[in-house]
């Protein structure tokens, strides 16, 4: 299958700071990405959806300015967590697919923040 | 809007004897059916996927799922389950009028007893 590569795996950083998490298609050239949060022994909740060269789509209850996501290029999908705090701390993940047809979606393996 | 129920919280099996993983389904239209598996800390594999023909579709590391219009289910099957099996599983379901966005049941912690 094709390969997702989301960056860096794990973080700490302190209160008010920002994190930058990337999330790289490998292989193909990704015209959706999407951003999940999962929460321990919970589902995935969808925070956003991102096409490659516009803004992204927020869920209800996301907060944009705080996670901010840019697809800049169509093997690049980035979510900065600005002002990051304690309560943001979770486990990331993000997936990409390639087409807008039936394909299924290719995960990266996580970022588990930690806000100190 | 679509949406996926798995109403087992845990599946515990015995090694070597058939483990299922049960998940319904509610969508508008066709559906686009999805098993991912998740192991610590890591992102989700993809397992299978049903789009449209046969019932029974067969995917990685010998699972399979059968869908089922009539009762709106795709169960995930294994003949025999191995202890490497144990992981979080989750169903997933989109439409098939070009909506992007996954559904996803709530997860599926399997345990393999040795």
């Known amino acids: 299958g094709a390969v997702v590569s989301q960056h860096p795996s794990w973080v700490i950083c302190k209160s008010g700071t920002s994190v930058k998490i990337e999330c790289r298609s490998l292989?193909?050239?990704?015209?959706?990405m999407f951003w999940y949060r999962q929460f321990p022994k919970q589902s995935l909740m969808l925070m956003a959806t991102?096409?490659?060269?516009?803004?992204?789509?927020?869920e209800q209850g996301v907060e944009k300015d705080k996670f901010l996501i840019n697809h800049a290029s169509l093997t690049l999908s980035t979510l900065t967590v600005t002002s990051a705090h304690p309560e943001d701390s979770s486990f990331y993940i993000c997936?990409?697919?390639?087409?807008?047809?039936?394909?299924?979606?290719?995960f990266g393996q996580g970022t588990r923040l930690t806000v100190v | 809007a679509q949406s996926v129920a798995q109403p087992e919280d845990q599946v515990n099996v015995a090694e070597g004897n058939p483990l299922t993983v049960k998940c319904t389904y509610s969508?508008?239209?066709?559906?686009?059916l999805f098993w991912y598996v998740q192991y610590p800390n890591r992102g989700l594999q993809f397992l299978l996927k049903y789009i449209t023909g046969d019932n029974l579709v067969k995917g990685s590391y010998g699972f399979e799922a059968e869908f089922n219009k009539s009762q709106t289910s795709f169960h995930l099957k294994k003949p025999s389950a191995l202890v490497s099996d144990s992981a979080l599983y989750f169903c997933?379901?989109?439409?098939?009028?070009?909506?992007?966005?996954?559904?996803f049941g709530k997860g599926n912690q399997v345990v393999v007893i040795p």
């Open positions: 969508v508008s239209g066709n559906p686009y």
């Open positions: 997933a379901v989109r439409d098939g009028y070009g909506n992007n966005r996954l559904a």
């Open positions: 991102s096409n490659e060269g516009s803004k992204a789509t927020y």
């Open positions: 292989d193909f050239q990704a015209t959706t």
């Open positions: 997936s990409a697919r390639a087409g807008t047809g039936w394909t299924e979606a290719f």
